[in-house]
Protein backbone atom coordinates (compact mmCIF):
# COMPACT_ATOMS: atom_id res chain seq x y z
CA UNK A 1 0.00 0.00 0.00
CA UNK A 2 1.57 3.57 -0.76
CA UNK A 3 1.91 5.72 2.10
CA UNK A 4 0.13 8.88 1.97
CA UNK A 5 2.48 12.14 1.16
CA UNK A 6 1.58 13.71 4.36
CA UNK A 7 2.71 10.82 6.54
CA UNK A 8 5.96 9.98 4.41
CA UNK A 9 7.30 13.44 5.05
CA UNK A 10 6.15 12.62 8.62
CA UNK A 11 8.76 9.72 9.33
CA UNK A 12 11.82 11.38 7.18
CA UNK A 13 11.34 15.00 9.60
CA UNK A 14 13.12 12.97 12.63
CA UNK A 15 16.42 11.45 10.43
CA UNK A 16 16.18 14.75 8.66
CA UNK A 17 16.92 16.69 12.01
CA UNK A 18 19.20 14.01 13.02
CA UNK A 19 21.41 14.47 10.48
CA UNK A 20 21.48 18.00 9.88
CA UNK A 21 25.05 19.87 10.68
CA UNK A 22 25.60 21.34 14.71
CA UNK A 23 25.35 25.24 14.98
CA UNK A 24 28.36 26.76 14.61
CA UNK A 25 30.05 27.89 17.53
CA UNK A 26 29.29 31.58 19.47
CA UNK A 27 32.20 33.98 18.67
CA UNK A 28 33.89 35.02 21.53
CA UNK A 29 33.05 38.23 22.66
CA UNK A 30 35.39 41.10 23.22
CA UNK A 31 35.26 40.19 27.35
CA UNK A 32 36.12 36.86 26.53
CA UNK A 33 39.34 37.65 24.60
CA UNK A 34 42.57 37.18 26.51
CA UNK A 35 44.60 40.51 26.48
CA UNK A 36 48.07 40.06 24.43
CA UNK A 37 50.97 40.15 27.06
CA UNK A 38 52.59 43.42 26.80
CA UNK A 39 56.00 43.75 24.82
CA UNK A 40 58.67 43.82 26.88
CA UNK A 41 60.70 47.30 27.73
CA UNK A 42 63.77 47.43 25.49
CA UNK A 43 66.23 50.17 26.01
CA UNK A 44 69.03 51.48 23.70
CA UNK A 45 72.65 52.13 24.91
CA UNK A 46 74.62 54.90 22.93
CA UNK A 47 78.35 54.12 23.70
CA UNK A 48 81.72 55.76 21.90
CA UNK A 49 81.88 52.49 20.41
CA UNK A 50 78.29 51.54 19.20
CA UNK A 51 75.06 50.77 20.25
CA UNK A 52 73.70 48.11 22.39
CA UNK A 53 69.76 47.31 22.37
CA UNK A 54 68.90 45.07 25.74
CA UNK A 55 65.72 43.92 26.64
CA UNK A 56 64.55 43.52 30.16
CA UNK A 57 62.24 41.01 31.90
CA UNK A 58 59.95 42.73 34.02
CA UNK A 59 58.12 39.36 34.82
CA UNK A 60 61.08 37.71 35.73
CA UNK A 61 62.80 40.58 37.71
CA UNK A 62 60.26 43.12 38.25
CA UNK A 63 62.21 45.77 40.76
CA UNK A 64 65.68 45.38 39.31
CA UNK A 65 64.01 46.44 35.56
CA UNK A 66 61.82 49.07 37.36
CA UNK A 67 65.28 50.18 38.99
CA UNK A 68 67.12 50.46 36.10
CA UNK A 69 64.72 52.11 34.14
CA UNK A 70 64.12 54.85 36.60
CA UNK A 71 67.59 55.68 36.59
CA UNK A 72 67.20 55.66 32.88
CA UNK A 73 64.52 58.08 32.52
CA UNK A 74 66.51 60.45 34.61
CA UNK A 75 69.55 60.43 32.86
CA UNK A 76 71.47 58.78 35.71
CA UNK A 77 73.59 56.68 33.31
CA UNK A 78 74.42 59.43 30.67
CA UNK A 79 78.09 60.29 30.52
CA UNK A 80 79.27 57.15 33.04
CA UNK A 81 81.93 54.68 31.67
CA UNK A 82 82.22 51.18 31.96
CA UNK A 83 84.45 50.87 34.62
CA UNK A 84 85.27 47.59 34.83
CA UNK A 85 85.81 45.26 31.72
CA UNK A 86 87.11 41.83 32.11
CA UNK A 87 87.36 40.12 28.62
CA UNK A 88 85.73 36.95 28.38
CA UNK A 89 83.88 37.27 32.06
CA UNK A 90 82.05 40.61 31.85
CA UNK A 91 81.75 44.79 31.21
CA UNK A 92 80.55 46.69 34.12
CA UNK A 93 79.37 49.92 34.07
CA UNK A 94 76.64 52.92 35.30
CA UNK A 95 77.95 53.95 38.28
CA UNK A 96 80.93 56.36 37.32
CA UNK A 97 82.06 59.55 35.79
CA UNK A 98 84.96 59.67 33.10
CA UNK A 99 87.07 60.74 35.96
CA UNK A 100 85.92 57.73 38.13
CA UNK A 101 83.56 59.89 40.80
CA UNK A 102 80.94 58.02 41.94
CA UNK A 103 77.67 59.18 41.01
CA UNK A 104 75.00 59.50 43.58
CA UNK A 105 72.44 56.90 43.97
CA UNK A 106 69.09 55.80 45.90
CA UNK A 107 68.72 53.53 48.35
CA UNK A 108 69.53 49.94 47.35
CA UNK A 109 66.72 47.06 46.21
CA UNK A 110 66.16 43.10 47.28
CA UNK A 111 68.14 40.97 45.59
CA UNK A 112 66.00 38.61 42.64
CA UNK A 113 68.29 36.70 41.88
CA UNK A 114 66.99 32.76 41.82
CA UNK A 115 64.17 34.42 39.67
CA UNK A 116 64.93 31.49 36.69
CA UNK A 117 67.39 33.70 34.60
CA UNK A 118 70.81 32.41 34.59
CA UNK A 119 73.71 34.66 34.02
CA UNK A 120 74.39 33.56 30.61
CA UNK A 121 76.48 35.14 27.77
CA UNK A 122 74.59 38.06 26.22
CA UNK A 123 72.50 38.46 29.83
CA UNK A 124 72.55 41.54 32.00
CA UNK A 125 72.70 41.14 35.82
CA UNK A 126 72.79 44.29 38.66
CA UNK A 127 75.91 44.34 40.09
CA UNK A 128 76.30 44.80 43.73
CA UNK A 129 78.85 44.77 47.02
CA UNK A 130 79.88 40.82 47.00
CA UNK A 131 79.48 41.05 50.94
CA UNK A 132 75.82 41.98 51.09
CA UNK A 133 73.41 40.39 49.25
CA UNK A 134 70.64 44.14 48.92
CA UNK A 135 72.59 45.82 48.02
CA UNK A 136 72.06 47.02 43.97
CA UNK A 137 72.02 50.36 43.24
CA UNK A 138 72.72 51.54 39.82
CA UNK A 139 75.78 49.66 38.35
CA UNK A 140 75.11 46.89 35.89
CA UNK A 141 76.92 44.13 34.07
CA UNK A 142 76.87 42.44 31.16
CA UNK A 143 77.86 38.93 30.99
CA UNK A 144 80.74 38.05 28.06
CA UNK A 145 80.31 34.26 28.54
CA UNK A 146 78.23 31.88 30.50
CA UNK A 147 79.10 32.71 34.14
CA UNK A 148 77.38 29.78 36.60
CA UNK A 149 79.11 31.20 39.13
CA UNK A 150 77.15 34.06 39.50
CA UNK A 151 74.31 32.64 40.28
CA UNK A 152 72.65 31.66 43.27
CA UNK A 153 74.28 28.68 45.24
CA UNK A 154 73.21 26.78 48.67
CA UNK A 155 73.80 28.43 51.71
CA UNK A 156 73.25 31.64 53.34
CA UNK A 157 76.28 33.60 52.79
CA UNK A 158 76.00 37.12 51.20
CA UNK A 159 78.64 35.10 48.67
CA UNK A 160 76.56 32.99 47.55
CA UNK A 161 73.75 34.81 47.26
CA UNK A 162 74.14 35.30 43.49
CA UNK A 163 73.42 38.18 40.91
CA UNK A 164 70.20 39.28 39.72
CA UNK A 165 69.85 38.32 36.25
CA UNK A 166 67.04 41.47 34.66
CA UNK A 167 66.97 41.29 30.86
CA UNK A 168 69.48 40.18 27.77
CA UNK A 169 71.56 41.57 25.04
CA UNK A 170 69.13 41.66 21.50
CA UNK A 171 71.83 43.82 19.05
CA UNK A 172 75.56 44.84 19.94
CA UNK A 173 77.45 41.92 21.00
CA UNK A 174 80.14 42.80 18.75
CA UNK A 175 80.02 46.39 20.36
CA UNK A 176 80.62 44.66 23.77
CA UNK A 177 83.59 42.35 22.25
CA UNK A 178 85.60 45.48 20.90
CA UNK A 179 85.09 47.03 24.51
CA UNK A 180 87.04 43.83 26.42
CA UNK A 181 89.69 44.35 23.83
CA UNK A 182 90.15 47.43 25.07
CA UNK A 183 93.33 47.87 27.06
CA UNK A 184 93.05 47.95 31.01
CA UNK A 185 94.73 48.98 33.72
CA UNK A 186 94.48 50.05 37.44
CA UNK A 187 93.14 53.33 37.79
CA UNK A 188 91.53 55.97 40.81
CA UNK A 189 89.88 53.72 43.14
CA UNK A 190 90.27 50.58 41.05
CA UNK A 191 93.32 48.18 40.74
CA UNK A 192 93.13 46.53 37.70
CA UNK A 193 90.72 46.53 34.59
CA UNK A 194 89.63 49.80 33.86
CA UNK A 195 89.91 50.34 30.62
CA UNK A 196 93.08 53.04 29.13
CA UNK A 197 90.44 54.80 27.15
CA UNK A 198 87.59 55.58 28.79
CA UNK A 199 84.59 54.52 27.01
CA UNK A 200 81.39 56.05 27.76
CA UNK A 201 77.86 55.89 27.72
CA UNK A 202 76.83 58.37 26.11
CA UNK A 203 72.97 58.30 26.35
CA UNK A 204 70.25 55.92 27.22
CA UNK A 205 66.96 55.69 25.41
CA UNK A 206 63.39 54.07 25.97
CA UNK A 207 62.32 52.51 23.21
CA UNK A 208 59.09 52.23 22.17
CA UNK A 209 57.34 48.60 23.07
CA UNK A 210 57.72 46.19 20.70
CA UNK A 211 60.31 48.08 18.90
CA UNK A 212 62.30 44.99 16.45
Not at 89 to 106: A, E, I, M, Y
Not at 108 to 130: M, V
Not at 150 to 162: H, I, L, Q, T
Amino acid sequence: MLLRPALLLSLLLPLAALAAPPAPPVPATATDAQEPAPAPPRVRLETTMGEIVLELDAAAAPRTVENFLAYAREGHYNGTVFHRVVPGLLVQGGGFTPDLQPKPSRAPIPNEAGNGLSNRRGTIAAARDRGVSESATTQFFINLADNPAFDPRPGDSPYASGYAVFGRVVLGMDVLERIAAVPTAGQGPFAAWVPTTPVLIERVQLLDPGTP
